[in-house]
């Protein structure tokens, strides 16, 4: 199983990029997807998360208005557009994939994508 995140990178305060996920080894279509967040110091923290279908989304209070997640089933990949960034923005995001179908579980991680915004 590999998620692959791609998309980050250094921007100024008030501009815009957008993240991908690439999943591979896994039927993408029956997981739930969310992107995560870990700046220095601090813990890990939700961004944004979709449901299978795409049809119900959520996002931190923090992103709410200016970041916008969706996903592609028949690509496997998920998407963050983010704009107005802030420097508040700077950290680590990763991509993650949980299934919980019945009794099948599975939780998987990306290995991460720096995204710098300098104010």
């Known amino acids: 199983v590999q998620l692959v995140e791609s998309g980050g990178g250094l921007v100024q305060a008030g501009g815009s990029l957008r993240l991908s996920c690439t999943a591979s080894g896994i039927t993408f279509s029956i997981y739930t997807m969310g992107w995560y967040r870990q700046a220095p110091g601090q813990q890990r923290e939700l961004v944004a998360a979709?449901?299978?279908?795409?049809?119900?989304?959520n996002y931190a209070d923090s992103v709410k208005g200016r970041f916008t997640i969706s996903r592609d089933n028949a690509m496997n990949t998920m998407y963050l557009q983010m704009n107005s960034l802030k420097p508040e923005d700077t950290a680590v995001y990763y991509c993650?994939?949980?299934?919980?179908?019945?009794?099948?579980?599975?939780?998987?991680w990306g290995q991460g994508t720096q995204v710098t915004v300098s104010s």
């Open positions: 979709i449901t299978i279908g795409g049809r119900t989304t």
């Open positions: 993650n994939a949980v299934l919980a179908l019945g009794s099948l579980r599975a939780d998987y």
